[in-house]
């Protein structure tokens, strides 16, 4: 796939966007992992519980080293990934340094807006004070949204696989965040809440009061399905409340579920290139991207863990025009789509799809 990537057209990098499917511990470099490494001496795990050392470099990893934790095949190889990069990061200052690098890098790609998943629930898990890591948090994002005005909203990620009960706790979290930051400044950037982890291990029912729960204090609803389950998964999702959902790669398997996602324009948050590293997708020409869209379902371009999948946002528009034939035209819909599915107020997103607009009559 990486030859697909060489040029991305100055349309696209000139295109206003927003993403909706990012997950923060995703967009980790392996320059910062590398980093944060050495930072913790920790030796990065590659399989087989062999650690992946230059002999010649003690205890320090070189970007090599890292790149190959992410050499995986499969969705729990992806899980695996995932989990090693968390485990790396330990203090707020960790948190706050992705953060700020995480906007420095939607700013390269012409993003003006971002709604990104943290995972709560593996803090929780690992036993971490969230409290002293949401200020870090909070530190990045600030400091990001100052230097390169992109604009951050969080929402908190909760595990399926670790069941109802934690993801409850999450959503207490989110809603308890949210609403001291409401009281002493009018605004929030928590957002919404999410399920994220291995649907297979954690159907969406399971979690129908947590997210009805967290609609009763005004957090968004956003769910993982159909990502590596089947339509019954999406159903799930929609029937505990959820107003987007990530991936829905598998919605085709059921026609009616298409034509209700296109009636009611239901949000889908598309990830081509997660779906083919994770073998949710077997083969590129598969995805169904490009029907959906002309299904008319609402579909907006994310990726999901861009540092992890070795792409960007810029790279999935360009993927999706040299794969799938997208015009300029319907990009920039793609692109107005992230914007109006975002959770951002109405007069928040009038003046990003102006900036849209603006850049449509330059063209």
């Known amino acids: ?175 308890a965040y949210r609403e001291r930051q409401l009281a002493e400044t009018g605004k929030s950037s928590v957002v919404g809440i999410g399920i994220g982890g291995d649907e297979l291990r954690g159907a969406p029912e399971l979690f129908r009061n947590t997210y009805r729960y967290a609609a009763n204090h005004d957090l968004r609803l ?39 996602l296109a009636e009611k324009q239901i949000p889908v948050e598309v990830c081509i290139s997660s779906n083919l590293r994770t073998g949710c997708c077997k083969r590129i020409e598969d995805h169904p991207v490009k029907k959906m869209f002309d299904a008319g379902v609402m579909i907006t371009l994310n990726t999901d863990d861009p540092a992890m999948f070795g792409t960007s946002l810029n790279k999935e528009y360009q993927l999706a025009q040299d794969v799938f034939g997208f015009s300029d035209e319907q990009l920039r819909e793609i692109a107005r789509n992230s914007f109006e599915a975002s959770f951002l107020g109405a007069e928040e997103k009038v003046g990003f799809l102006d900036l849209l607009d603006a850049q449509s009559t330059k063209a």
């Not at 295109?15 to 490494?37: D, F, W, Y």
């Open 222 to 260: 956003t769910a993982h399905a159909g990502e590596n389950a089947g339509p019954g998964s999406i159903w799930g999702a929609l029937n505990i409340g959820a107003e987007r959902l990530g991936h829905g790669l598998n919605a085709f398997q059921d026609a009616e579920l298409i034509e209700h």
């Open 1 to 175: 796939m990486s030859g697909l990537f060489f040029n991305v057209s100055p349309f696209i990098r000139a295109l206003p966007k927003a993403e909706l499917h990012l997950h923060l511990e995703g967009t980790v470099s392996p320059q910062t992992l590398s980093e944060l490494s050495r930072k913790h001496n920790t030796p990065m795990p590659v399989e087989n519980n062999r650690y992946a050392i230059n002999p010649d470099s003690g205890s320090e990893l070189t970007v090599a080293d890292v790149e190959r934790l992410y050499e995986y095949t499969d969705f729990q190889g992806f899980l695996m990934a995932f989990k090693a990069v968390t485990e790396r990061l330990r203090t707020p200052e960790d948190y706050e340094l992705i953060t700020y690098r995480m906007l420095q890098q939607l700013r390269d790609e012409n993003v003006f807006h971002a709604e990104a998943f943290v995972s709560v629930g593996v803090i929780h898990w690992r036993g971490q004070e969230f409290e002293h890591i949401f200020e870090g948090l909070e530190r990045g994002r600030i400091t990001g949204e100052r230097d390169f005005g992109v604009s951050l909203l969080w929402i908190f990620d909760a595990v399926r696989n670790f069941g109802a009960d934690e993801a409850y706790k999450v959503a207490d979290e989110a809603v």
